[in-house]
């Protein structure tokens, strides 16, 4: 069968993390015997040169695997590119004919989904989607299945804190394609790393009037001088663009602080996580207040590699452990207590992280699941 994966801004922003979260759910759907066309949609008023220069990033980025002829473009109306011959391009009229559409986009046109018989769309963020749909961000096409990443939602109705507006959100774990993450041993003097966007100009409403900052600086604040509390060095690859007052603000608090645009290309991101000791990140505000259960599709690639992490807690899981491959801390105590279970029994935690990708995120068995119910 043929899968659709649409995808979003992948053309505009080829980041390596950002390339993975969908590259593993290709990976994982080729894993089974599926070929797969990448989907993603250009302004209307695009030219041809200026969807030549990023294609052929994009490109040389998917090459490793596989994906770089499987990719095809379509505007935002749904229109074919008058131009899609000279980019040698997937077919749209293929793209569109396909057995079953994985939509990672919230806003595909309706007249585009409704080609397919069999559909589904993802939802990666949790509280902050549903948030955009409460401003009429989006409207989202009907599909055959809705699902989101929020293991809030297998929770009772009277413990989530946010409107479903009306579409009936079922649970799926994020997917990694263990084949393509292999356990790697971690290097004499490896550190606990994160890669993230730091600033961010995104407010949340608190529910009482108010509003919070929603970035990685302000989740990260409360938890800067864990660093003291570590034998293994801590690491931050962040977006800051050499602004170096804030990095040496954050050096001040015993972190190591690098620029991320030097893992831009999947690989080199693949080999930044794999060259780790583990993750230690904390989560954006909305996914904490809210108690959304989100879990980072970075960090399972860390999981995957044998790497592991200490998260911030997004929720009540029945599926995540808080202290066994994985830490999910609340309060500053608790990430230090977590920092050092993993400096004192690493091995043991190697493999218990490896574990939870495998029994939780393979790819295969996520995206089987996935499809019996789909299809």
């Not at 499987?70 to 935002?76: E, G, K, N, P």
Request: aromatic fraction near 12%.
């Amino acid at each position: 069968m043929t899968i659709c994966l649409a995808v979003p801004n992948t053309l505009s922003f080829p980041q390596g993390g950002h390339l993975w979260l969908f590259t593993n759910w290709a990976l994982g759907f080729r894993s089974l015997g599926h070929d797969v066309v990448w989907l993603d949609m250009v302004d209307d008023d695009a030219t041809v040169e200026k969807v030549l220069t990023m294609l052929v990033t994009l490109r040389a980025r998917l090459k490793f695997a596989g994906l770089d002829t499987a990719v095809a473009l379509c505007t935002r109306k749904g229109s074919r590119l008058s131009f899609e011959d000279e980019l040698s391009l997937r077919p749209l009229d293929e793209a569109l004919s396909a057995g079953f559409l994985c939509d990672h986009r919230y806003d595909l046109p309706r007249p585009v989904v409704a080609r397919f018989k069999h559909s589904m769309l993802i939802d990666s963020d949790p509280g902050l989607l549903h948030e955009s749909l409460k401003q009429k961000f989006y409207d989202m096409a009907p599909h055959g299945v809705f699902y989101t990443i929020g293991e809030c939602v297998t929770r009772p109705k009277s413990e989530q804190k946010f409107d479903w507006h009306g579409y009936a959100w079922e649970y799926t774990p994020p997917a990694v394609s263990l084949d393509h993450w292999p356990v790697m041993p971690a290097h004499q003097g490896a550190a606990f790393t994160t890669i993230s966007n730091w600033f961010l100009d995104q407010w949340m409403p608190d529910g009482a009037g108010g509003w919070y900052k929603n970035d990685k600086r302000e989740a990260f604040e409360p938890f800067l001088d864990v660093p003291q509390f570590s034998r293994a060095p801590m690491e931050l690859k962040l977006n800051l663009g050499g602004y170096e007052p804030e990095m040496e603000r954050i050096r001040a608090h015993g972190w190591r602080v690098t620029e991320s645009n030097d893992v831009a290309d999947p690989c080199d991101y693949r080999k930044y996580l794999q060259s780790s000791f583990g993750e230690f990140s904390c989560a954006k505000p909305g996914y904490v207040h809210l108690a959304t259960g989100w879990m980072s599709d970075r960090t399972i690639c860390y999981l995957a590699s044998g790497k592991p992490v200490i998260v911030q807690k997004t929720g009540i899981s029945d599926v995540l452990p808080d202290t066994r491959g994985m830490f999910r801390f609340t309060t500053f105590d608790d990430a230090r207590r977590a920092v050092q279970a993993v400096n004192d029994d690493y091995a043991a935690q190697s493999k218990a992280a490896r574990k939870l990708a495998e029994d939780v995120f393979d790819a295969k068995k996520v995206l089987t699941k996935i499809l019996e119910r789909c299809l």
